[in-house]
């Protein structure tokens, strides 16, 4: 006997009617929304494209979740719902059985399907998902704009023959067509086709943009006022942009250029600037535009001055901090108090520390012991490629113990680990581990810390997967 699960009569009913296109087509209007899903699933993969491109037009739900079933489809089969969208938008009124308002290629909605197929979905359904109740006191409606939504990753210098087709097809039907994107992700591309390429998107339907490539700070100027038009954006990272030879005044120029489009992102709560470097001495610029509190904030691998320390611990835009990021930004040469004050204003709400590798030393660590102790909240705390004794480890043990929330701890070796020259000496390591050990039990609270080799003398990192833990 076979385990395998009968197709249902839902599925059963999808095949037999797919046997006969013109039968199917001519009958869409009088099957039930429950049959829609399993007839398109069907359609699709057997690619029967007379019968998609019906069946969009008789589509009964508001989203068609398209990316759900192949992120980009086959362009036969895109061209087919294309065709179908077209019949369906030069009708001034909307059929009565058609509810579509939406076409969605992102690589979600999987849900949708397997929810129609019998299937258990790994969540609730959204309410775009669900059929629409047809109203009988009225069979006609307005036409309103149709929004297809993708995802946009520009990684080369031209966009591939899927984005460019649906691009050339949106531009065709402007006004009856919002192309919309949530997540904009720019790796490489030049600044004259990302222009080109944004001109034709609903901007403020993004609400999280990652620009990750080595760009000059001129570039940033030009995408500038393009950011200030995403006026949902919730999520901003910037990778790698840089300073070039240009003159201080005009530097400063795109900077501000940058920092006030900052102005215009009312709902900005994460933001992430790895290796910044135009932000040296300018961090203010940047603070001072932030219009909403934050919940992330991540400075990374860049020099930054104690006057941009002070203003972030002045910055009341900061002070809700859910997790805070400040790996590869040395403050060695600050007051110890700075980074003090800056957990005090965030003790209440913080729940991630990073401060891997900021070259912290002893007086440093003990200066922000006090307010370390009093983050209830803190789940994860990261401080690897740092340089502590093992006294003052033992303190931070101490003063952590009572942090209830704590279960990622991640230290570097002790300084008594090494030799004078910088040698990790794997013999001095061991008893210094039992004695933190011992520390451990001696607080009485189970608890597991990762301990950092620096550098790692199986491949060289810091901080990586050959990291053991210390029960």
């Known amino acids: 006997m076979s385990d395998r699960t009968p197709p249902r009569l839902l599925d059963l009913a999808a095949i037999s009617l797919l046997r006969d296109e013109a039968l199917t087509i001519s009958t869409l209007e009088y099957l039930p929304t429950e049959l829609f899903p399993s007839l398109f699933m069907g359609a699709f993969y057997g690619r029967r494209m007379e019968t998609l491109k019906a ?66 979905a790994g969540g609730g359904s959204s309410s775009s998902m669900a059929p629409v109740t047809e109203n009988s006191s009225s069979t006609e409606q307005p036409l309103a704009p149709l929004k297809v939504f993708i ?40 600044k004259e086709n990302i222009k080109e390429v944004l001109s034709m998107v609903q901007l403020d339907c993004i609400q999280e943009v990652e620009l990750n490539c080595t760009c000059k700070l001129s570039t940033l100027g030009v995408f500038a006022p393009l950011l200030g038009d995403m006026i ?70 860049c020099l930054l001055t104690e006057s941009d320390l002070t203003h972030l611990c002045q910055c009341p835009n900061v002070s809700q901090l859910k997790k805070l990021k400040l790996s590869g930004v040395t403050l060695t040469d600050f007051s110890p108090e700075l980074l003090q004050v800056l957990l005090e204003k965030v003790a209440a709400t913080l729940q991630e520390l990073d401060l891997d590798l900021c070259r912290i030393l002893d007086p440093h660590l003990e200066a922000i012991l006090p307010a370390l102790s009093r983050c209830s909240q803190l789940r994860s705390l990261s401080i690897c490629g740092n340089f502590f004794s093992v006294a003052v480890m033992e303190k931070l043990l101490s003063h952590t113990t009572g942090l ?37 039990r001696n607080l009485g609270r189970p608890r597991s810390i990762w301990i950092s080799l620096r550098p790692c003398p199986y491949c ?6 050959h990291m053991e833990p210390a029960l």
Request: glycine share 4%; with cysteine.
């Open 151 to 190: 995802e946009l990753h520009l990684k080369k210098r031209t966009l591939g023959k899927f984005f460019t087709y649906l691009i050339r097809w949106v531009e065709q039907k402007k006004g009856s067509v919002h192309l919309c994107y949530r997540k904009l992700e720019i790796v490489s591309m030049p």
């Open 404 to 440: 209830l929330s704590l279960r990622e701890e991640l230290y570097p070796v002790p300084l008594e680990s090494y030799s004078s020259q910088g040698v990790l000496l794997l013999e001095r390591l061991v008893p210094l581990q039992n004695e933190l050990l011992e520390m451990l």
């Open 55 to 120: 069946l969009v037009q008789a589509w009964p739900f508001v989203c068609l979740p398209l990316g759900g079933l192949r992120q980009k489809p086959h362009r036969r089969t895109l061209q087919a719902v294309l065709d179908g969208l077209d019949v369906l938008l030069a009708q001034e009124v909307r059929p009565r059985r058609c509810k579509l308002r939406v076409l969605d290629l992102q690589n979600t909605g999987q849900n949708f399907w397997r929810m129609w197929s019998g299937a258990k």
């Open 460 to 465: 060289g990192d810091d901080k990586c997967v």
């Open 232 to 301: 949902n954006v919730q999520r901003l990272r910037l990778s790698h942009v840089h300073v070039s030879s240009f003159a201080e005044q005009e530097q400063q120029q795109h900077v501000v250029q940058f920092t006030s489009q900052i102005l215009r992102l009312h709902h900005l709560r994460d933001l992430c600037m790895e290796s910044p470097s135009f932000l040296e001495g300018r961090l203010d610029q940047m603070l001072r535009c932030l219009v909403t509190p934050l919940d992330n904030l991540a400075i990374t691998n």
